[in-house]
Each structure stands twice: as structure tokens, then as C-alpha cells.
């Protein structure tokens, strides 16, 4: 493999990014070239969102290629391009060969969610101490523990185990919160998503982890449960109101996630007709909301 590296400003990195996999690149990313000095700027959307930008001020564009003259060629073509004005070629190399399965796995660790509750990738022994453990490897669906979000919700279902209740898991991803429910005890568990792609990953994970569970799109959801769990974003959980609470049993709890701090009073605002919500749990910016209904 080759790779060939540009530094492009902001505005032209999506047409050279376009330009690149048109000249049959495999891949291409986009790095802040000033990372990891005082230059370096932060770039980052909501889970789920695109990033408010196409790239950094100064930004490094990554093409990777089979054969060193591919890499050489599209360099050759671009050159004169109207839209490479202001860009330069900085580099064309061989890539070292490495163990991209181990590297990718490296980055990613057992999660303590309780000292005795972790997420535990597959090729990890999980650590002593533990008691529960959700299996779960990296996947393309959201939900491996690793963001604050979703920390929030095992951890409230670990201080209130779902023991022998039904339970929904509103905008399921991988399935985390499902599995996690089912693990505390729930009696049935009902996941649902508009993504049938993360209906397939909660099946998958939820067999991976010997617990039964029904996945589906959400009109699987139905009646009322002891336990309404949804981590989405403020915007459709403001929109899901009449609908999540309606599926919450008299005297059932109803969690909220993927909340910004300062969405606290439009979010206690939308669900004022059907509950109180409260926050109750913070971590880096993102609360935790929740009513008994
Ligand atoms: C932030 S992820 C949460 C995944 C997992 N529950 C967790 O806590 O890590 C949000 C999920 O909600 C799904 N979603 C977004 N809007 C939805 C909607 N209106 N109805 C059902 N699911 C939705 C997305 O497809 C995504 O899988």
C-alpha cells in the first residue's frame, strides 16, 4: 500500500477528497494538520451528526492506494487542477505493514461501568471482580460503552435493576442497554431502532450474550413497561414525548439520554404534560433524565 498526503485549506477539501477516490484512492481521511500543536482545533459533532465542517483550517488529506503509480499519477493529475490552488503535495510512501486487527483492538479496552459491572470486548478476559459482563465488540452500530451516554444508562440500571420487569430500549444501537437490562434481571426485553442495520447488531450482540431479547423497528414497541430506557438526542426525545411515555407502566421509570447539560429546561419542558423529569446523573457535558411515572 502507498499513501499520499496533502495539505489542503478547509474549502478544498471536499472536492480534493471527491477528486482522490474518483482516481481510484481506497480510502481517504482527513487529519488536522496542526494536531498535537497549540494550532490544533477542535472538530467534533453530536453522536450520530455530522461534523459541523468538511475539514480543518490546515488540513492533512490521507489517500491510500494499492500500487506506488496509482499514487503517483493522482498526484500528477491533481497538480494542475483549478481546485488544488492552494493545496500541496507533502509526501508519497509506502505504508509500513502492520497487524490492523490488534491495532484496532488495542484502542479499544474493558469499560467499568460499577466496579462489578463491565463491557468487555471479545478478545479480552473480563477483569476480576467482575460479576456482570456485556460481550461487545466495536461494531458500526453506536453503543459500545465508551460514550458518557451510554455509561449513564448501564449505570442507572445497575443501581435499579429491572429485576423481573418488561423493558423497552428506545433507539437500541448495538443493543447495550437491552443486554444490559436483560442481565439485571429483566423478565422481557423489547429493542427497537429506526436503523435496521442496529436491529441486526442487537440481535447479534444480545445471542453473543446468551440473553433473549426481542429486536425490531420501532412499531415492535408495544404496551406499557416497568422501564423505558432511550438514549437518541434532545430534538427527537423532545418529538418522542407522548409516544415514550405512554409506554411507561403506572409507577414505571422513564430514562433519558443524549442530553447536553444546558437542554435540561427544553427537555423538562416538552415532558411537562406527562411527567417530572429530573436530572439525574452528569458526565463531560451529557446529563442523565429521569421521571417515575
Ligand atoms: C446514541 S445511539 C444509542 C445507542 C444505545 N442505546 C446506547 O445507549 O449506546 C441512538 C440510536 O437511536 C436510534 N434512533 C434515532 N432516532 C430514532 C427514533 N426516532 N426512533 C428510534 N430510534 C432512533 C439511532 O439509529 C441510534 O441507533
Known amino acids: 500500500m502507498f499513501e499520499l498526503r496533502l495539505l489542503c485549506p478547509e474549502e478544498r477539501v471536499e472536492a480534493v477528497g471527491d477528486a482522490l477516490e474518483a482516481l481510484d ?16 482545533q477542535a472538530l467534533f459533532g453530536e453522536p450520530g451528526m455530522p461534523p459541523p465542517k468538511e475539514g480543518w483550517q490546515r488540513s492533512l488529506v490521507i489517500a491510500l492506494f494499492h500500487e506506488e503509480a496509482q499514487a503517483g499519477e493522482a498526484a500528477q493529475l491533481l497538480a494542475p487542477q483549478d481546485f488544488f490552488a492552494d493545496c500541496r503535495i507533502v509526501g508519497l510512501q509506502a505504508v509500513p505493514e502492520q497487524d490492523w486487527v490488534r491495532l484496532t483492538q488495542s484502542q479499544f479496552e474493558p469499560v467499568q461501568i460499577t466496579p462489578a459491572f463491565w463491557i468487555v470486548p ?18 458500526l452500530a453506536f453503543g459500545t460503552g465508551t460514550h458518557p451516554t451510554t455509561r449513564m444508562c448501564l449505570r ?3 443501581a435499579h435493576p429491572p429485576q423481573g420487569g418488561r423493558v423497552l430500549d428506545y433507539g437500541c444501537g448495538s443493543g447495550i442497554l437491552a443486554i444490559g437490562a436483560a442481565k439485571h434481571g429483566a423478565a422481557s426485553v ?15 450482540n444480545a445471542e453473543a450474550n446468551g440473553v433473549q431479547l426481542t ?8 404496551g406499557r413497561y ?15 414525548a407522548p409516544l415514550l411515555t405512554a ?5 414505571g421509570a422513564l430514562v433519558l439520554a443524549g442530553i447536553l447539560a444546558r437542554q435540561a429546561g427544553e427537555l423538562k419542558e416538552a415532558y411537562a404534560p406527562y411527567c417530572q423529569l429530573e436530572v439525574s446523573d452528569e458526565e463531560d457535558g451529557w446529563i442523565l433524565m ?3 411515572l
Open 190 to 204: 423489547d429493542a427497537v431502532d429506526i436503523d435496521e442495520a442496529a436491529v441486526r447488531s442487537t440481535q447479534a
Open 122 to 139: 471479545s478478545w479480552h478476559e473480563p477483569p476480576a471482580g467482575a460479576q456482570q459482563v456485556i460481550r461487545l465488540d466495536p461494531g
Open 247 to 251: 409506554h411507561v407502566a403506572p409507577g
Open 226 to 240: 416497568d422501564t423505558v430506557l432511550a438514549n437518541i438526542l434532545a430534538t427527537p426525545l423532545k418529538v418522542l
Open 215 to 222: 429486536a425490531g423497528l420501532p412499531d415492535r414497541a408495544h
Open 290 to 292: 429521569t421521571a417515575k
Open 25 to 40: 484512492a481506497l480510502s481517504v481521511s482527513v487529519e488536522d494538520a496542526d494536531a498535537q500543536t497549540s494550532a490544533e
Open 156 to 158: 442507572w440500571i445497575a
